[in-house]
C-alpha cells in the first residue's frame, strides 16, 4: 500500500492537491474535515457535536477523528492506499494512526508537509470562503483561530514523522501544477 499523509497548515492546498493525486495513484482519499461537514449536513449526533467546535475553528475530540478514520480503514480494506488530509493533526492522532495501521500490517509510506506562509494563507482561505459556503473560511478571526490550533497542536505531528524518517517539506507556493509536481517528484522517489 501506499500511505500519505498529506500534511501543512489550513489552506495549504492540501484538499486541492489530494483530488489530483487520488486519480495518479488510484488511492482513497480520507478527509476528515469532509467527513465531519457530511455528519453536520446529515445532522447525526456527532454533526451535532463537531459544529460548534469546527465554526469556532478549535479541533474536535481525538477519539472522534480516529474512529472515525479506523472506520474508514475497515470499510476500504482493499484499497491500494490512503491519502489523510487534515489527520492526524495531533501526536495523539498520529500515533493512534500508526497503531491503527500497523494492527492491519501497514504503515505511512510517507508525509508531505505543504509550506505556505501565514499571510498567504489567510488571503487563499478569505477567497475560498466566497466560494466553498464554509462558515469558518468567512471570518478573519476563525481563521486566525485555525492556524493557531495548528500552530499548538498539528505542527508537532511533522516531527512524529520527521523521526520516523519520514518527512517531505514541499514548497506550497507557485501554480497548482508546480505544486503537484513537486508532490509527485516526492511520491516517485518513495515508492520506488
Ligand atoms: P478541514 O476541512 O481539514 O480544514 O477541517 C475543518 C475543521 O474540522 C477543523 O477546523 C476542525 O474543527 C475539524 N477537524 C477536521 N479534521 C480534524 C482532525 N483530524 N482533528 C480534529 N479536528 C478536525
Partial sequence: MLNLVLFGPPGAGKGTQSE??????KLVHLSTGDMLRSEINQQTE?????????????LVPDEVVIGIIENQLDNNASAAGFIFDGFPRTVAQASALDQALSARNEAITAMLALQVPE????????????????SDDQD???????????????APVA???EQQGKLHTINGLGSIEDIYQRLTNAIDAVKA
Fill in 159 to 161: 516531527q512524529h514523522y
Fill in 119 to 134: 499571510e498567504e494563507l489567510i488571503k487563499r482561505l478569505l477567497e475560498r470562503g466566497k466560494e466553498s459556503g464554509r
Fill in 20 to 25: 489530483r493525486l487520488i486519480e495518479q495513484y
Fill in 46 to 58: 456527532l454533526g451535532l457535536r463537531a459544529r460548534k467546535l469546527m465554526d469556532e475553528g478549535q
Fill in 140 to 154: 478573519e478571526s476563525i481563521i486566525r483561530n485555525r492556524i493557531q490550533e495548528y500552530e499548538n497542536k498539528t
